[in-house]
């Protein structure tokens, strides 16, 4: 069921007020170009921090 089902006719009018109208499809003009998104995977996966291990009682970097 949708939220529109539970509500009175004052309240579906004041939804309806909230709701934005969509806007129109216009035809973007030639200058405007798609930026593609750099994305360096290994940083963002942490493949190139330091790793640490506890080398007698002291943790120390390996």
Not at 12 to 26: A, W
């Amino acid at each position: 069921m949708k939220l529109a089902d539970h509500l009175d006719d004052e309240q579906k009018n004041k939804l309806n007020q909230l709701k934005k109208p969509k806007p129109s499809k216009k035809k973007q003009s030639p200058k405007k170009k798609k930026i593609e998104e750099r994305v360096d995977w290994v940083d963002i996966m942490g493949m190139n921090r330091d790793t640490y291990k506890r080398n007698r009682g002291a943790i120390r970097r390996k």
